[in-house]
């Protein structure tokens, strides 16, 4: 009966934060006609015919030769800018060198960060929208910029690509706003976090508080890490529900995580938001 209590006592203090998620459908739009880069920067009005008299004048040679240098240049910086834009169909696509496989099955759900970091980087030199003049072509340039920052704040985070990979690929969406009840936190789990909840509550003001803390960060810290190895491997072998559970407990350790690193001397509680 005093567990009960305790539950409900818990979950009444759970505040569940739905911020909005936009749907990262694929967006081939940059690759259609109309987008192009390379055409959009070979659009120039056609100059007009010389007469036949103007055509008889002797024409300043330098400006001639410069001006098709300057050409011949920009048309081959945007062709080579063309040929290295990512593919947008998901997340993985456009890190193809990193990951060329794709998602789970077909790769193992960990990423080396440090390869995706350097193909990241080397993405953004490409498409940086201050190698565009303002216009059409800076304003497709940013939106492209900003998608490869999303992607990659994605897959660089376990929790974040877990749930894109349950969202995108399997059409399970933990952070909707009937995830409270449709994707509860097992009884297992939500025992734990109370009794975190209730050494913090303990704990208090006293000397032995911050040891405590510290403590309990570590021990918080290893649960993450025993979460993300499950969550992965259970994409790896197929398991989409238990990638599922163990999804909803790793955003529950986040929230822990968060709330031991924001403690201060003298609170009683951590405020856990899922």
């Not at 048309?75 to 998602?103: H, K, M, V, W």
Request: charged share 25%; with cysteine; proline share 8%.
């Amino acid at each position: 009966m005093a567990t009960s209590f305790r539950s409900q006592r818990l979950v009444q203090r759970l505040s569940f934060s739905t911020a909005p998620r936009s749907r990262t459908e694929a967006r081939r739009s940059f690759f259609s006609a109309d987008a192009c880069l390379l055409c959009q920067l070979r659009r120039q009005p056609e100059p007009a015919r010389p007469t036949r008299w103007a055509s008889q004048q002797p024409q300043p040679p330098h400006r001639r030769y410069a001006s098709t240098s300057s050409a011949t240049a920009n048309t081959e910086t945007t062709s080579d800018q063309n040929r290295n834009l990512p593919d947008l169909t998901n997340y993985y696509t456009i890190f193809r060198e990193t990951l060329p496989a794709g998602p789970p099955p077909a790769s193992p759900f960990d990423i080396p960060l440090g390869e995706l970091k350097r193909e990241f980087l080397r993405l953004q030199n490409v498409i940086h929208p201050d190698k565009y003049p303002p216009g059409p072509a800076k304003q497709r340039a940013e939106a492209l910029s900003a998608r490869i920052n999303e992607a990659y704040r994605t897959l660089a985070d376990p929790l974040q690509r877990a749930q894109y990979l349950l969202r995108e690929m399997h059409g399970i969406d933990v952070t909707a706003e009937d995830g409270a009840s449709e994707h509860a936190l097992d009884p297992v789990t939500l025992m734990e976090v109370m009794e975190v909840q209730e050494t913090i509550e303990e704990v208090g003001a006293g000397p032995e508080a911050e040891a405590t803390i510290a403590a309990l960060k570590k021990e918080n810290d290893a649960r993450v890490a025993g979460c993300v190895k499950r969550l992965g491997e259970a994409f790896e072998r197929g398991d989409i529900e238990a990638a599922r559970r163990e999804c909803v407990r790793l955003r529950f350790w986040y929230s822990v995580g968060e709330g031991l690193r924001e403690w201060e001397p003298g609170h009683t509680e951590i405020r856990l938001v899922h």
